[in-house]
């Protein structure tokens, strides 16, 4: 089968989150179950500067926009055996320093981007038809809506088979009425029942009208968007759309994510042996200049400082966290006002808490492997990539049971010695204190702490599953 992805990030090129990951790992995961896979991206500043070996096809494209036209050149390259990348160069949209925006607020031509994107990648399409368009987030969801509504201007691939995957509800790609013009859509469509989102436009949910099935990142995900918690007021569209939709888990890449053979640790795990994971951790205390005590057990974060993922809970427990006898590590990029505050808790704590602001790969390695527990304590959580990380690292993980989290990590019963980490229900500070103090008393219980981590590392959440649940869904599409 052909199969194009369309999306706006995707590893190696361009990444600010879990969409890079799973669309990189996706591709090359499918690839080997016979299919041909196309990935369509923009080619962003920091592609074009990487080294990458970068083709210009030799035409141009011409993408209506508004009343003019725009054009833009293509990039190709390969990954994996044969997957053809087709990277969208138009520098005055793509040549930027950020993909979408800076931290305090999105490029003001957004809409402008990505709808120039989605026309731009169907062009694509047209010199190279595919049976299914799979589609990612908001940024990628009008390839679906222009194939279903204008079937007419792109006949080579008419005919293909839809398919959006939700990777974050909570990002829609939200624009004022004023910019309607840009997506030359006919007015009917801008209604309730198709991409009107109370007077604005809203991408997203065009995908999820016109798509013909939908999946989302985790099984329990898929429930929670349908429900007014977690919808963010597009669970009835979700729910109308419920028979169409599957979640399905996404899968770690072992070969960037493998303890046993990490190309950014020296040196590496070996087993799930005490003296490698201190070994590790007096590594990890040496980059972030914290005292080495044995005894003490690393908590690390490493996530963009949003409070999707529970910082709202984090800076609350934060100075009843310190009364104990523990070392904070934390990495990440986002809201000034959590930068601002982990700024400040490193200089309060000197020697305790160590704080690295930005997107370091690996510094995320090397934390994965040094720490003893992973704090996840989000708000909502797709499906999550560094609690399976962690898992894999023996770095026991503490969740909010809530959407992937709740898929792939079972709370801890010292009763019957099963559980891989700590998981607590509500979304409450004192909830989370107490699954710490759990981790804590467990982390000092030397048999049962050994026991849980091997049960973590043992864990497999590989792509293969991942991948043979998309290729049935193809199928089931195409049949
Ligand atoms: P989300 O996509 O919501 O940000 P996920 O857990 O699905 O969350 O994926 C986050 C990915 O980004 C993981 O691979 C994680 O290691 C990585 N990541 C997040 N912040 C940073 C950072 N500051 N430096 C390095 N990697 C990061």
Request: proline share 5%; with cysteine; net charge negative.
């Amino acid at each position: 089968m052909k199969i194009a992805m369309i999306a706006s990030e995707a590893i190696p090129f361009a990444k600010t989150g879990g969409l890079a990951d799973v669309l990189g790992t996706l591709s090359t995961a499918l690839e080997p179950l016979g299919h041909h896979i196309t990935l369509i991206l923009p080619a962003y500043r920091c592609t074009l500067r990487s080294d990458f070996p970068l083709r210009q096809l030799p035409f141009k494209l011409s993408v209506a926009l508004a009343d003019r036209t725009e054009d833009a050149t293509v990039l190709q390259t390969v990954i994996g055996k044969r997957i053809d990348v087709y990277l969208i160069r138009a520098d005055r949209y793509f040549d930027r320093e950020f993909l979408y925006g800076t931290a305090v607020e999105d490029y003001p031509d957004n809409a402008e981007r990505f709808t120039f994107f989605n026309r731009a990648a169907l062009e694509i399409l047209r010199a190279y038809p595919v049976d299914v368009v799979h589609a990612h987030d908001w940024q990628a969801a009008l390839a679906i809506v222009f194939l279903k509504t204008q079937g007419a201007r792109y006949p080579e691939i008419a005919a293909a088979k839809t398919l959006l995957t939700i990777h974050n509800l909570g990002f829609q790609g939200l624009f004022e009425q004023s910019k309607w013009q840009l997506l030359n859509l006919d007015d009917s469509f801008f209604a309730p029942q198709y991409l009107e989102f109370y007077g604005r436009i809203n991408f997203l949910k065009g995908g999820l009208v016109f798509a013909d099935k939908l999946t989302t990142v985790s099984p329990a995900y898929a429930q929670e968007i349908m429900t007014p918690e977690q919808g963010f007021g597009l669970e009835d569209v979700v729910r109308q759309r419920a028979d169409d939709l599957i979640g399905i888990l996404n899968g770690v890449d072992y070969n960037q994510w493998n303890p046993w053979a990490d190309p950014y640790l020296t040196p590496h795990h070996g087993v799930n042996n005490r003296s490698v994971k201190r070994n590790s951790k007096t590594h990890l205390r040496q980059m972030l200049d914290l005292p080495d005590r044995s005894a003490t057990p690393v908590i690390a974060m490493i996530s963009r400082l949003t409070s999707q993922k529970g910082f709202d809970l984090v800076t609350t427990i934060f100075d009843r966290l310190m009364q104990r006898e523990v070392q904070f590590a934390l990495l990440g990029s986002g809201e000034p006002q959590f930068e601002e505050f982990f700024r400040t808790a490193a200089t309060r704590y000197p020697g305790r808490v160590a704080v690295r602001i930005g997107f370091d790969e690996r510094l995320a390695h090397r934390i994965e492997a040094g720490a003893d527990l992973f704090l996840m304590p989000s708000l909502y959580e797709p499906c999550g990539l560094n609690q399976m990380y962690s898992l894999k690292y023996g770095t026991i993980p503490i969740v909010r049971a809530v959407g992937g989290l709740k898929d792939t990590v079972e709370d801890y019963d010292p009763a019957t010695e099963s559980g891989t980490g700590f998981v607590f229900e509500a979304y409450d500070a004192q909830a989370l204190l107490d699954a710490i103090d759990r981790g804590l008393a467990a982390f000092h219980d030397k048999p049962a702490w050994s026991a849980l981590r091997r049960r973590a590392m043992a864990m497999d959440f590989s792509w293969d599953r991942s991948a043979q649940a998309y290729s049935n869904l193809y199928q089931q599409l195409l049949s």
